[in-house]
């Protein structure tokens, strides 16, 4: 199994400005996701980041609104750019186990 | 965009009756999995069901797939209050090498009444 945690696990942020979201696993992953949950919605996948290389990217998201780092196999940031209050949303990274994923807790974000 | 379709949206029962939930997928699939989230927190893993499987159990979890009719079915017996949260299926693409990508159905939110 794996264990995961976020920072932060909520904030509330004025619009147009950008929040960095930390994840964090205790053992080496090759693949990490980020996924968004808007509310009431179900999670939607952003993208995957990638260690070495540039993260993928799913239809609907960019790179210049949702940078991605991923320096090391325990660790990846996601970054909400000019933030507006669509924005607003649960964000979840998870990892992918034996025929599972593990998520971690969530950043809850609320835009003003 | 969204897999599927999960129904009912919201579900209702009380403490010692049966909740079903489906859900149904739109593209040929590896292996269908169940999750469970508890107030907007993180998924936690119930289950997975291969694509040659048909039923699987696990504790008072039952789950079926019809890959037929691509559409599969989380039963949970003898609910509980502690069983009150959101289910989601999710499902990966057949053919996606493996990805880990998961697709995610709409959900269904089930109450258990005390």
């Known amino acids: 199994s794996a264990v995961i945690s976020q920072k932060p696990s909520r904030d509330i942020c004025q619009r147009g400005t950008s929040l960095t979201i930390q994840c964090q696993v205790d053992?080496?992953?090759?693949?990490m996701f980020w996924y968004r949950q808007q509310p009431g919605q179900s999670l939607t996948l952003i993208a995957t980041a990638n260690q070495g290389s540039e993260a993928t990217y799913e239809s609907g998201f960019v790179i210049d609104k949702f940078p991605i780092s991923r320096p090391n196999l325990t660790f990846s940031t996601l970054t909400v750019s000019n933030m507006s209050p669509e924005d607003s949303s649960i964000y979840l990274c998870?990892?992918?186990?034996?025929?599972?994923?593990?998520f971690g807790p969530g950043t809850r974000l609320l835009v003003l | 965009s969204q897999q599927g379709e999960e129904d009912p949206q919201a579900l209702s029962i009380q403490e010692g009756e049966n909740a079903t939930m489906n859900c149904s997928y739109k593209t040929s699939i590896n292996n269908l999995q169940w999750y469970r989230q508890n107030s907007g927190r993180g998924l936690v893993h119930l289950i997975l069901i291969r694509s040659n499987e048909r039923e699987k159990h696990s504790g008072r979890l039952r789950v079926t797939l019809d890959t037929s009719k691509k559409s599969s079915s989380l039963l949970i017996t003898a609910s509980r209050a502690a069983d009150t949260a959101s289910y989601f299926c999710?499902?990966?693409?057949?053919?996606?090498?493996?990805?880990?990508?998961?697709?995610f159905g709409q959900g269904t939110t089930l109450q258990v009444k005390p």
């Open positions: 999710a499902t990966d693409a057949a053919g996606s090498s493996n990805t880990g990508k998961l697709i």
């Open positions: 053992s080496q992953v090759t693949m």
């Open positions: 998870s990892v992918s186990g034996v025929e599972t994923q593990y």
